[in-house]
């Protein structure tokens, strides 16, 4: 883990950028895309306006002054979607999935929050360098990307956060042995923008003893961070 660093990249927009900024998030964006298209095909896109308002994370590993890609994922608030009057993309998708019970079941959970004063997040693009993806090294990186994420909801005290994991990636399996849960009992929709490939929306329920403990493993990954655009809140995680 010592040859790893994390970036976490907060609404960033070229024109606040400098040089070594640009080319660590352009070369995020040419991961996920190289990423999609090794695993989905080329009529895929990843790459869209959330970029410039989400926060994306971004492992690499570093050579010297060198820093090389090897996974990413978006965060998505709801809170940001508002102000910019965009939809929430896991509503989006699942009005287009036509998919009543899911969609009624996320416009709860967005409600619950509100309520509650909390923001809640849509948690997407989970990528692995195509080269990387298979060998020996592959299930560490997905660990520490993961870590690093989990990392990022524990550390901001996001408690809500939805998720779209397609059958084909098998990532459900992953996010459920982390504490996530399907938002209801049909929960499976088609993805409209990845090939109409079988999903099934997802919300955090409580971090198991895996993510915790991954969580930890993680710390000084976390602690060694270097963020990039708007700052986050104050540090709250606390791990034993």
């Given at each position: 883990m010592d040859n790893y660093q994390l970036f976490v990249l907060n609404c960033v927009s070229y024109s606040d950028l400098?040089?070594?900024?640009?080319?660590?998030?352009g070369s995020l964006l040419t991961l996920r895309i190289k990423g999609y298209f090794d695993f989905h095909g080329h009529n895929v896109m990843p790459v869209d306006q959330h970029d410039h308002y989400c926060t994306n994370l971004l492992l690499c590993e570093k050579s010297g002054d060198e820093y090389y890609p090897l996974a990413c994922a978006k965060v998505i608030n709801y809170s940001d979607?508002?102000?910019?009057?965009?939809?929430?993309?896991?509503?989006?998708?699942?009005e287009n999935s036509q998919n009543k019970e899911a969609l009624d079941s996320v416009n709860r959970l967005i409600e619950q929050a509100k309520v509650a004063g909390e923001d809640i997040t849509y948690d997407c693009s989970?990528?692995?360098?195509?080269?990387?993806?298979g060998n020996h090294n592959s299930a560490h990186v997905a660990k520490y990307?993961?870590?690093?994420w989990l990392s990022y909801h524990h550390h901001n005290n996001i408690n809500q956060f939805i998720l779209s994991a397609t059958i084909k990636t098998k990532t459900d399996r992953t996010f459920s042995?982390?504490?996530?849960?399907?938002?209801?009992?049909?929960?499976?929709?088609?993805?409209?923008?990845?090939?109409?490939?079988?999903a099934l929306m997802m919300n955090f329920d409580d971090y198991s003893h895996q993510a915790l403990r991954w969580i930890k493993d993680a710390r000084g990954l976390w602690e060694n961070r270097i963020e990039i655009g708007k700052k986050e809140k104050e540090p709250a995680l606390n791990v034993a």
């Open positions: 400098n040089t070594s900024e640009e080319n660590i998030f979607c508002q102000e910019r009057g965009m939809k929430f993309p896991p509503v989006d998708i699942l989970f990528t692995i360098c195509p080269d990387k993806r990307l993961l870590a690093s042995r982390l504490g996530c849960k399907p938002v209801c009992s049909d929960t499976f929709y088609k993805l409209y923008s990845i090939n109409y490939e079988q």
